[in-house]
């Protein structure tokens, strides 16, 4: 009949959503009410059931989404059943059962070990992931520089002290070159006033200068004793260099795991209205205050979303004319704010040069002059952000637009003064313009007779001062400012607030601090170690001002495109500082009167020097690696690799979208067959799904 | 508080490891918490498994569960009468099921059941309004929140019956890469 052939059609449809029935014995009667709709079997499991001995071990039984009760009872019930296996096999499953307790119980163990892991939680639930993701990467970071320093320390550090302490079978080359040349005195006065020792502390000169700290006290010992040979410049060089690698692995490896996760998941721009009302809530967020502000976020957070809309609307429905001024404002205020920048970009140059040429001057004067880039520095990262951002206001771009562009703008600024500041440096030391200086001894000996030392002192200044001027901020500002702000209320103190923690500006300075490290790790080899406790310091202290003096951002980051972005602006960062060290080991002379490259025209020019020294085979073999022989099949095959994956991944994409189509037509199909289906009854009299509906519910109470 | 040995046995412990994700110094702390919420109910001796219940007026008076504005119907969905009259095995499901090592499948089932407001098993427009209108306190105009709601329908809704299956469910939160991080109670 035909009646019957729809009924089980549709029966069929219906079952084909549950899984394998049998457990369904063991269901309590409230789950399954309703056969016909199609819906998730809450009752039967995902996999194909607890009847098979030898597959599922318990650890499935935790994935079930069934009460305890009967998870224990299943339990019960496996364990009762006499399992047909081999002895062989139990053994396998008990040691992999007790192999995995011990590794959640090891884990529970290195979570203790993990800095700051408490900090981190409690941080997260009061204020978000975003602000959670700061001090994520902060604490990378300071792990970060920690291993570098242990690095630094083992390879360069430590062997000049031993070096140095045992002076007796070591052979230094002395430099040829003009005698001037290699003439450098660094100051070791006898008596000096006693705040000099502070001035010096700060400005990196004095006791100072001539010590571990910079580039200028290692020798280029190449220590021989007993068949040990250690080559000081050499280990010097490639330190360096593995330095700059390790970190981009570092870096390259962390931004993989966040970079899957937002692959897997597409762009985030589709479907955002669902994702915000179901993913919205942080079910972890605590306290009173901290749900508050998660609700007005999430209320503002829509609102900007409609507004999106709303402009989206409106633009599409502009008029020529309109378009036209539009675009003509756009581009008449990115000139401006470009202006600005270029602006900041001609005072660093101005006072780097007038810096350096006040070299001597003595106290507090002097000390302000040596300082100068950096104070130029920060005032252009205070200054010029707000007034671009006063700049945007008029701009009327969407609001997510905006962020992106003063993120943009900041990143740009930031990175590229740093760079002036080198170039400036650079251009000093090698006298791009002044040729007679630098006759001599291809570096401007007068003003730099240890030039390397005197960059690397540069950097120090850098790092310190901005350590300097955050923890300023903190009793300065933000303490004061939430004094005033609790104790009086009046018009001003109720617009102007209490601080808010804004992540985008806070990374963007530990992004910078990072890069001036980098920057200088060659010229001051102890600046990773001070960079460790720098960054240890500040992360308690921008603890303790999030606690007591901010409230939550309203406007919040992301947490996962955020740590992709943090990243990325890093890796800036890094290529920046890669060209400053790529630039000095090539190109640059380097001094002949200190350093552990005294005696070489170039500083890379010890590794085809010590080349020379391996015996045939290896130097063979190493211009075998770098021979046409060799090299072109390994780029052919990396080539067949990547296209492979480049498939690999179109394939996936194309299989992703057939089944999305696929997944619409089927609901469609069965949105048709039970429309049928009523149709049908209704037409036979017989009682429909509505009417059974009632009657089930009826009988069940 | 007592040791290890009085609380459970050894069988229990097994049995709670097997079941959740938790350690047993995890199931301890839990049990702790439980007992905390009304000591003169929870008996410290778990050895015979006495079938003690706390109603869901005690159980939402957590520091964790406090604020969350779907703490009612966690506590439903998690209970077995479904009323909100949680045994230490519930409670301890639940916390396992939002813990931070419980894999995307499972949360998004509970997850689905959680925002299912009238349990019929479909996420329809009154699940959606009530889900946004808890989330953001009532703050957004009615018009603005019929619209949000249709437009997350929109998106979600695959098949076209204009309310939500728990396979549009899914398909949905497979793509919200903050699911995870943000569907955990911290303990």
Known sequence: MEFSELQRQSST??????????????????????????????????????????????????????TMRLKRAIREVQQMRVPVVTSWQSWKRSKAKSLSRFRADAGGVMSYVALWRKALHKIGGHFGGGVQSYFMFLRFLVVLNFLSFLLIAGFILIPSIVFRSTSTSNMTVDSTGPEVCKVYDPNLQGLVVFYQYFLDLLSGTGFMEYSYMFYGYYNNTVAESSGFHYNLPLAY????????????????????????????????????YSKMVFTGWDYGCQGDRATKLKQKSIHYQLQVDLEEERLQKKALSL??????????????????????????????????????????????????????????????????????????????YSPSTTIIMALFRSVFLRMISLGVLLFTLWSQITCFK???????????????????????????????????????????????????????????????????????????????????????????????????????????????????????????????????????????GWGLALVAMIYSLAQIHPSMSCGPFRSLTMMWSIVPNTFDTLSLTTQDFIFYMGSQAFSIPLFIFSCVVLCYVAALAAVYGKSVDLLKAQLKLEGRDKQFLVKQIEELSREMGVPTRDQLDTFDTGAAN | MGNKQTIFTDEQFEAYQDCTFFT????????????????????????????????????????????????????????EDGQGNMSFNDFVDMFSALCETAPRELKTIYAFKIYDFNVDNFLCKEDLEKTLNRLTKGELT?????????????????????????????NMISKAPDFLSTFHLRI
Request: overall charge neutral; aromatic content about 12%; some cysteine.
């Open chain 1, 13 to 66: 449809i219906a079952h084909g959503y549950h899984g394998a029935q049998q457990l369904m014995r063991l269901q309590s009667k409230s789950v399954v009410s309703n056969q016909n709709g199609p819906q998730f079997n809450w009752g039967s499991p995902p996999s194909e059931g607890g009847e098979e001995g030898d597959v599922g071990p318990p650890k499935d039984l935790r994935e079930r989404p069934m």
């Open chain 1, 237 to 272: 060089l490639l330190t360096s260099v593995f330095y700059f690698t390790f970190c981009l692995i570092c870096i390259v490896a962390r931004m993989g795991s966040a970079l899957r996760v937002a692959v897997a998941t597409g762009s985030g721009a589709a479907g955002s």
């Open chain 1, 434 to 572: 002044d040729s007679p200086k630098c006759e001599l001894c291809q570096y401007n000996n007068k003003e730099y007779p240890c030039w390397e030392t005197r960059v690397g002192q540069e950097m120090y200044k850098l790092a310190l001062f901005d350590f300097l001027i955050t923890i300023a901020m903190l009793f300065l500002v933000e303490f004061p400012r939430r004094l005033v702000v609790d104790h009086y209320s009046c018009a001003l103190t109720r617009w102007v607030g209490r601080q808010e923690f804004l992540v985008p500006p806070n990374v963007l300075g530990l992004v910078y601090g990072q890069t001036v490290v980098w920057t200088g790790a060659l010229f001051c080899p102890l600046l990773p170690l001070i960079n460790t406790l720098k960054f240890f310091i500040l992360f308690y202290c921008k603890k303790v001002t999030l606690f007591s003096n901010c409230r939550p951002a309203v406007k919040t980051f992301r947490s996962t495109t955020s740590t992709i972005f943090f990243l990325v602006v890093l890796l800036f």
């Open chain 1, 319 to 396: 008029t020529l004319g309109q378009t036209v001024g539009l675009c003509s404002l756009h581009i008449f205020l990115m000139l401006v704010s470009l202006a600005l920048i270029g602006g900041a970009f001609f005072g660093i140059f101005k006072a780097t040069v007038f810096s350096q040429a006040q070299v001597g001057a003595e106290g507090i004067l002097g000390l302000f002059w040596v300082y100068l880039p950096s104070i130029v520095i920060t005032t252009g990262n205070f200054v010029v952000p707000f007034m671009c951002d006063q700049i945007a206001l008029f701009e009327r």
């Open chain 2, 24 to 79: 047993r110094k995890e199931i301890l702390q839990l049990h702790g918490r439980f007992h905390e919420l009304a000591p003169h109910l929870v008996p410290l001796d778990y050895t015979n498994q006495p079938d003690v219940r706390l109603p869901l007026a005690l159980i939402v008076s957590m520091p964790e569960l406090k604020e969350n504005p779907f703490r009612h119907r966690i506590v439903e969905v998690f209970s």
């Open chain 2, 142 to 170: 009615p018009e603005e929140v019929n619209l949000v709601c249709s437009k997350a329908m929109e998106e979600a809704d695959l098949d076209g019956d204009s309310k939500l299956s728990f396979s549009d469910f899914e």
